[in-house]
């Protein structure tokens, strides 16, 4: 195709003859001839040119070497002297002349040499580039195949370029060796000796440029062979022919060969470079636009190096492996049963929380006895994976599956291209091409035959050949390079269709040319949980059938894994940002859960964020070594994946983070206002709820930064580091909510007390009122009716939400404040009691009981809460102030009775406490009798309640009702 020499430009003739300024004819006449060459004192004017044929001028030229001599340094030119020459003559008259035309006629020789060789350089530079641009233009041309098959765009079979491969490494071999053809050209040619240092930039000049050419030839070829082999595998293999094969073989070869003979050569002149910049940019600051030293060494060729063997293998296996996942791709989306549950109406959301054990593991605490065991009943099995929600997944065992014939066609294309590959070439004998790659790059040795195999019963050359490569052929390590690579190839193949697999799932539309894509699915990412869990089951079910070849088992099973995670990632966006924006304009009104409870909007979002991400790391914490120790896993162990695992438990952090921050906010700002419902919906239910599922997570993320988990490699000890730092982080957010519930009911406690004393302070009659001699009242005071719908009503209209044990607890807390601070506030102001007002005040207890009583709706709570000692202590002192001495009216002494013993039974006592009890159960029937003496054994300061009676003072009296007297420390 480039043909170095110039038999195009110029004739036969003309390439013989030489041009001589000054001569126009031959004189065949000797004295004609000197007198031609007379001095010019002989006035001798010659004005025409002559031109003579190379071999006359050469031949002329030998003559006058014999009486001439050249001396250097200077060029000049001088006469023999006798011993030097068999012609001997002393003296002549034109010796000067035809010194002179000697001295011309070389240099017009030397001027031929230098123009033809100059000719030369340029006619090969020229040839250099025009490969160089062909080579451009092909791989533009793949580059636009391949663009269309992968848009889709290309209706026919592709065909590629690379078919004539071997021919274009042989030109490349051949472009390559200019430079040593113009080395060698240097060292025959003896006109050229003389003027090298003339020729030395004009040879610098064309080093460059060769070396530039070379460097973008080698750079395209490179490219060409990487984009023709990814066109190759998208081509018709039923077309295959072995010649084709032969083809790209023998030219992988010859490219291989050639750039590792150049791999020396080019990396020996960077020295070169690097010097000339530096010199460049201390004379010249410009030059920094010299692309050059900007990208030095300005060699695109330098990264490139041979191709070996097993990188075509995964060229080729990477997209054979796109047919594998569209195939595989339309088995789970295109089935009719998986297109019958698309059309069938909108399907229900997912829930994440029903996946309590996800079928893939088999739970040894279901109610199904085929669990109890590893070996359990199969359609069991298959039913509890297909089953998703309300929707059952379609099963796919009846039909045919489609990677069993394509791993058959696969596995024989790769022994049939291996078998050429070990038969033609060297490639795959790495200490034969070793060898060859010392060879220079001009002179690559290559087999005496350089043609294809022919016919198809003749695959390779025969042994008996006289032109067959003299190698050992045939020997028993080539069946054995043959079968590992073959194995090899398919192992790429299924490595790389896991992940062309997840692109059909991502990128649906990519296809070729019979429109293979013909799916209802779509893309995942727009696709719900539901639809995206049915696949992924379907894809489960299918591995547990053993519908699949052994080694695309695990490919399979890790897409399901990334769909998974994919669907619960997204659902983690949608809930956390759902739950975000809610915060600000949640009125913190009861939702109802699924189990019955209440909680804030937000916290039920923020406790469906943890779902996801639970349902995921369950997934992960089966590739645990531990997991399968027990048989119970039914699909293969994956290798576990430290960055996903990351990923989860830092959102698992920042869930806390955010809950932690809603529950303090919200009940700080509803504790200032007493909005108590809201306070106690987001601390004894929201907080709760989340903190449980905290703690969960830190157990989760303890097990993942534990040292069980192997981390060989360097980037999964780092990951085991940062995973370390934020499980730290999550413990301590985890005691942070673990610690605020305890927090905040103290607070609310001490909001109640504080509530309660300030109420008592401002509104709790004191003085005459509780000293008056009337008769005993039948109605409760005004002061405690308001102070139980004041501070009491809120908290029992707010735990009506809530569960039993939190009803309680809070009402217990509430009820204590609100009857210390009461008790509190009588001792502090020191309000003196006569009987009639304890008696009121035992009215005004009572009346509490009572409408506890009536607005406490469950009945084991309002039992509880009306045991509580609290009201023991009240009825006790209350007792304790009715107990004051009897003065007959007008006399200054006690009566008799009266004077040890305040258990008296006087008539005067047994009528107050007939009139006491009967209005007693007119208020509330149910209550028990107030004068049972025995809570006053609950008061636990009697001393000081004594001295608040108006009659008898501090003094100590004996109680019958107490085994011992009562002191008051």
Known sequence: MYEDSLSETLSASELSRVHVPGMDQDYDDTAEFYRYYLPPSYNTQVSADCVFDVPDAEETLKLFRKPFKIVN???????????????SFMHCRHLQGLGKQYMNLRSVMEERARLEFLRDCLFRIKSVTTFVHDLENLVQAE???????????????????????NALCEDLRTHVGHWNNIKQCLHNNRWLQPILGRLYLDLEYVRRVLSQLYSDAIYW??????????????????????????????????FNNVANGLFKSRYMSISYFILEHLQSEMTNLTCKSDPRVTNHPGHVSFSVKSIPFSKILNIIAVERAKYAAIETHRFFTANEDFVRILYSGKLPNYVWNDEVQYPGHISHHLDTSDYHTASGSMTSI????????????????????????????????????????????????????????????????????????????????SRADSKRKTVSWGDSADTSIRSQLTNRYMDVLWRFFGSALEQCFYEPLWGCRSNQMVGELGSVVLSGATVVTVVRNM?????????????????????ARKLHAQTALQSWDILMCEALSCQMSDKCYPCLLASGDHSTKTGMLLRDTYQPLFSLLQENLKDLPESAKDGSLLLPRQDLDLSQVTGIICRLLANGQVAHSWCVHKSHGFLSSWAVGSFLLVTQTDLKILADEMKKALHNAQLFSSKNVSKTKLCEQQMGIYLSEVTRLMSEVNNQLQSLSGAAIKVFSDNCSKLSMDYFSSEMPQGKVWRKKADLPAEHSLYIEHALETILEP???????????AQLGVVSQAINAFCEAWKNNILKHKIKFSYVGAYQLGVDIGYMRAWLGEYVTDPEVRQAVLDLQVFKYLSGAVMILKKQP???????????CSMEDLSCNGHADLENIKVERN???????????????????????????????????????????????????
């Not at 060029?75 to 002297?81: A, E, G, Y």
């Open 886 to 896: 009897f003065r007959r009216g007008g006399s200054k002494f006690r009566e008799p």
């Open 382 to 461: 298959s039913g509890a994976i297909l089953k998703v929600g309300s929707v059952r997944a379609p099963d796919l065992t009846p039909y045919e599956p489609p990677l069993n014939e394509f791993a058959r066609h696969e596995n024989e294309f790769a022994e049939n291209f291996l078998l050429i590959v070990c038969n033609s070439t060297n490639l795959l004998r790495k200490g034969e091409s070793s060898s060859k790659s010392k060879h220079k790059s001009g002179k690559s040795p290559r087999s005496p035959s350089s043609k294809p195999p022919k016919g198809q019963d003749t695959p390779v050359l």
């Open 73 to 87: 340094p200077g060029n000049h030119i001088t006469k023999r002297t006798p011993e030097y020459s068999s012609i």
């Open 143 to 165: 580059y636009r195949t391949y663009y269309a098959i992968m848009h889709n765009c290309l209706m026919d079979n592709p065909s590629s370029k690379i078919y004539c491969l």
């Open 795 to 805: 908290v029992i209209d707010g735990v009506s939400k809530l569960k039993k044990a």
């Open 221 to 254: 070829m490179e490219k060409l062979i990487v984009i023709g082999l990814q066109v190759f595998a998208h081509g018709s293999m039923a077309t295959l022919t072995q010649e084709i094969v032969w083809n790209i073989a023998r030219g992988l070869e010859d």
């Open 919 to 969: 209005i007693s159960r007119s208020v509330d029937t149910d209550l028990p009798p107030p004068m049972d003496e025995s809570d006053i054994e609950y008061v636990n300061n009697i001393n000081e309640w004594l001295s608040l009676r108006v009659q008898g003072g501090s003094r100590a009296w004996k109680l019958s009702c107490l085994n011992a007297p009562q002191t008051n420390d």
């Open 539 to 559: 894809m489960e079910h299918v591995c547990l059938k053993d519908m699949f070849p052994t080694n695309a088992v695990p490919p399979i099973l890790g897409v």
